[in-house]
């Protein structure tokens, strides 16, 4: 049951907007405490974790312990106690590539992670900050290429504007990978686009 106890949860908050991506596991501990309910993929009806039992397995797959016998949570919604809020995304290399795919934003061209840096679309000589919204993932040869210029001087086009990401990095890769349908009526198409699921 182990890896059915990892898989991806999406977490909704009492706004039933999603705010995180949890394990089957976490999920379970969350409804156990109350703190959340599972919420039917198909009518999208919160249940208490007893009455999930209850209701037994309708359209996901089964999960089997000792004790009980549950149909696997795919989406909790979370009650008053709000345990799981929505996470600040650290700014860091990894993140920055997740976002960006391992894709250089000027040339378009996908790379192993070892061969790409961090480009300041503003110089960081010239005041740029280091943030979401001044830093890109770009190769050596267009960082090299863009040198010490903003994009119009050295006459370079970003493939988009950069942006904070409003999601988890750690999402983007459930959602590419591995996201289950009940999830879509949850999440922003434009985030899915993001995510570059789709
Ligand atoms: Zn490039």
């Known amino acids: 049951m182990s890896v059915a106890l990892d898989l991806p949860v999406l977490v909704l908050n009492r706004h039933w907007t999603p705010v995180h991506v949890t394990s089957v596991k976490h999920a379970i ?4 405490k109350s703190h959340a309910s599972f919420v039917c993929p198909v009518t999208y009806t919160p249940h208490s974790i007893m009455d999930w039992i209850e209701r037994g397995v309708l359209s996901g797959s089964r999960l089997m312990s000792a004790r009980f016998e549950m149909e696997s949570p795919e989406i909790i919604v979370l009650g008053d106690y709000d345990r799981v809020p929505p996470r ?3 700014f860091n290399r990894r993140n920055l ?4 795919d391992n894709t250089c934003q000027y040339c378009g061209k996908q790379h192993a992670p070892d061969g790409m840096t961090i480009d300041h679309v503003t110089p960081l000589s010239r005041g740029g900050p280091t943030d979401w919204e001044n830093c890109v993932l770009a ?7 863009k040198a010490n210029r903003t994009p119009a001087e050295a006459n370079m086009k970003l493939l988009k504007k950069p942006f ?4 988890s990095p750690r999402y983007a890769v459930y959602a590419r990978i591995n996201r289950p349908a009940s ?4 999440i922003p198409k434009g985030m899915l ?5 789709e």
């Open 183 to 186: 999830w879509n009526n949850f």
């Open 139 to 145: 190769c050596h040869r267009c960082n090299g290429r």
């Open 164 to 167: 904070k990401p409003e999601w």
């Open 97 to 100: 590539i997740r976002r960006d």
């Open 29 to 32: 501990v969350l409804a156990c």
């Open 193 to 197: 686009e993001t995510a570059g699921a």
């Open 88 to 90: 600040g995304i650290a």
